[in-house]
């Protein structure tokens, strides 16, 4: 597998743990919704630049690769896990 392959499922297994971990967190600390999606945002190009310098890709390359993926798994994972865990109004 070449480096930007490992650098795309990496950023999207990251995604999909930091979704559940926002779940748990906006519920136990009451944040609001803005805030985690700020936050998750925010994550994304830090763990894009951290991923790219352990797989050797380049800075403005490994914030391109998996964007889409990152963000759309974290989001249904965040959205799917905060519904799952707070149940019925």
């Known amino acids: 597998m070449e480096a930007v ?14 979704g559940v971990l926002f779940s ?9 919704g803005y805030a985690i999606l700020s936050v ?5 190009f830090l763990i894009s ?3 790219g310098r352990i797989f050797n ?4 390359r490994a ?9 759309f798994t ?3 994972v965040w959205i799917v896990f905060f519904t799952l865990l707070r149940g019925k109004p």
């Open 74 to 76: 974290w989001l249904v």
């Open 57 to 60: 890709v380049e800075k403005t």
């Open 40 to 44: 998750g945002l925010a994550l994304q």
């Open 49 to 51: 630049d951290i991923l």
């Open 5 to 18: 392959d490992k650098l795309y499922w990496a950023k999207t297994l990251i995604a999909a743990l930091l």
């Open 24 to 32: 748990f967190l906006q519920l136990a600390i009451d944040i609001s």
């Open 63 to 71: 914030w391109k690769i998996g964007i889409g993926a990152y963000f």
